[in-house]
């Protein structure tokens, strides 16, 4: 067992499911989670799903003091974030599937999240309600409007408790700034902006501005035969406002800063490792395409993930990273059939853990992968009801490539590759980690002695 990385167990509760039932129980394309996200504080935890809608769910008080029952996870809100439109002008329909949650952090009793499907990102406050007022004098108990000639005193209205309410309100509507499908978004250091990215371009706004936002980074060319390359992820530095890197479909990073230029098309670093000539193939372009980059907490490095990789690159050396870890590499002989089934386009998810020691990222058959930066140890976990017992620990599973196969592996050819990691999260500060597998959410942390 890998310490602070290997040794997690799952308690009764942790395995929340977005429908009742499981996918061979009929369940819909819609309920299919999306994304998952914690809050700064980690006490909430946010997933979308593919209908459009936000479930959150929020860290129970009593467990934190109980080291059995610290992790426990209750659906707290639910609701519906997007609805499916329709854009006539293009004859497009526009899925209300939720792309990315960002939460920004808390400066009152109410929480306020980013919500985004294809085109329009939407900021939600979720607040409690657990008092209602009586006693007006226009109205009735019941809320109709009383005949003014029938009042002959005046009453002061009062706050009567009532059971605890959650309600989610949309403050802002952020629309029509993007032609292609938002990829990601970000919230700002400052607190006052955020960007969202699409293929071909990054858009600023300010959350009190919704309808103009700043495009800071636009690679389109002038003929969309000349098309090279798209963005395929974008996040803000987490201490410097003014600095931001996207990645693109060629496996690169750009680093930018704002002070430089209001567009921000000229990058101020470049990050590209030399391609091997010996690996290279007819799926090198394909594989090597970025599917998610994320600042380390210190905001020193920068971890990206392509198909079999996920590579850690210091910001002071930009010609190769100084960190590779092999996520799937037996995977490799089976680019041609993920080619043919189209799962060599899946777009998996990348995390830190809350002190930068550890990633955490995605694979097939449920599996997800840890990598210890410090003793270079990784794991594979699984993500599944098979192996729900309470505070059951979590075993490493291992793939068999070729050749006689032992009793706890398993063969590359018995993978199941419709069962999928590709979004995760990991608590702030605590070793809690949630792992989205199709419709289940599952909610594991590290065994307590």
């Known amino acids: 067992m890998i310490p602070g990385i290997g040794a997690f167990t799952r308690d009764t509760l942790w395995c929340f499911s977005q429908v009742k039932g499981t996918m061979e129980t009929g369940t819909t394309e819609a309920d299919i989670i999306s994304t998952v996200e914690f809050n700064h504080t980690g006490e909430l935890l946010a997933t979308g799903d593919k209908g459009g809608r936000v479930v959150i769910f929020q860290r129970e008080q009593e467990s934190k003091n109980q080291v059995h029952r610290r992790g426990e996870y209750n659906v707290y809100s639910t609701f519906q974030s997007h609805e499916p439109e329709f854009d006539y002008l293009k004859s497009l329909e526009i899925e209300e599937k939720i792309n990315k949650i960002r939460w ?41 409007l009383r005949d003014p000639a029938t009042i002959t005193t005046l009453r002061v209205p009062v706050l009567r408790p009532m059971d605890l309410m959650v309600e989610a309100t949309p403050r802002r509507v952020f629309a029509n700034a993007h032609t292609y499908h938002i990829n990601s978004i970000s919230v700002n250091s400052d607190y006052e ?42 996040e803000f530095h987490p201490h410097h406002c003014n600095t931001f890197v996207y990645s693109s479909s060629k496996g690169t990073i750009r680093l930018c800063d704002m002070r430089a230029s209001a567009l921000c098309d000229r990058h101020t670093k470049f990050f590209e490792e030399p391609e ?174």
């Open 276 to 449: 091997d000539p010996s690996n290279r193939s007819f799926f090198s372009e394909i594989i090597s395409s970025i599917s998610d980059v994320k600042f380390s907490h210190s905001g020193r490095y920068i971890m990206t993930r392509d198909y079999l990789t996920v590579k850690v690159w210091d910001l002071n050396m930009e010609n190769r990273p100084i960190e590779t870890y092999q996520v799937h590499d037996y995977l490799r002989s089976k680019l041609c059939s993920l080619y043919e089934n189209d799962c060599i386009f899946d777009k998996f998810e990348c995390v830190w853990n809350g002190s930068d020691s550890v990633i955490m990222t995605g694979s097939y058959n449920n599996f997800f992968r840890m990598f210890d930066r410090n003793t270079k140890r990784d794991v594979t976990l699984e993500a599944s009801r098979e192996n729900s017992k309470p505070r059951a620990i979590l075993k490493p599973r291992k793939v068999c490539v070729g050749g006689k196969r032992r009793k706890d592996e398993i063969s590359v050819d018995s993978l199941d590759f419709s069962k999928k990691i590709l979004h995760t999260a990991w608590h702030p500060s605590e070793n809690i980690i949630a792992v989205a597998a199709t419709n289940n959410l599952y909610i594991f942390q590290d065994k307590v002695n």
């Open 104 to 144: 920004l952090p808390q400066q009152n009793a109410a929480y306020f999240l980013l919500s985004t499907n294809d085109k329009t990102v939407k900021l939600w406050k979720v607040s409690e309600r657990d008092k209602r007022p009586e006693g007006y004098n226009l109205k009735d108990e019941e809320g109709r």
């Open 193 to 234: 902006t955020y960007m969202s990215a699409d293929d071909l371009r990054i858009n600023l706004w300010n959350f009190e501005i919704t309808n103009q936002s700043f495009n800071i980074v636009d690679i389109k060319p002038a003929n969309m035969e000349e098309l090279t390359e798209v963005i395929t992820a974008a």
